[in-house]
């Protein structure tokens, strides 16, 4: 490659170049419509109120401790199994 040719491509690339750059920038903003809602986090927790219902904070309150006394009673159970076989 000669030395023309060599300046002759970086010459176009540079006209290209600021071409395109002109040609985007005297581009009109498009209005873009979406066809969904963005929600935010606040709406999503109303929303999902009204699909189901108030929480319900005793009845989970309940399955806690239950949950604990039933793990209470297994644990109370397999010690006094162990108890007596070691008797």
Do not use: W
Request: with cysteine; proline share 1%; glycine share 4%.
């Amino acid at each position: 490659m000669t030395l023309t040719t060599i300046l002759k491509s970086i010459l176009i690339g540079i006209a290209i170049y600021f071409y395109s750059v002109k040609s985007h920038s005297s581009r009109p903003q498009a209005d873009i419509q979406y066809t969904y809602n963005i929600v935010g986090e606040n709406a999503y927790q109303k929303n999902l109120l009204k699909i189901a219902g108030q929480k319900k904070l005793y009845l989970n309150f309940m399955n806690v401790l239950l949950m604990f006394c039933q793990n209470h009673l297994t644990n109370t159970i397999q010690m006094q199994s162990k108890l007596k076989s070691t008797d």
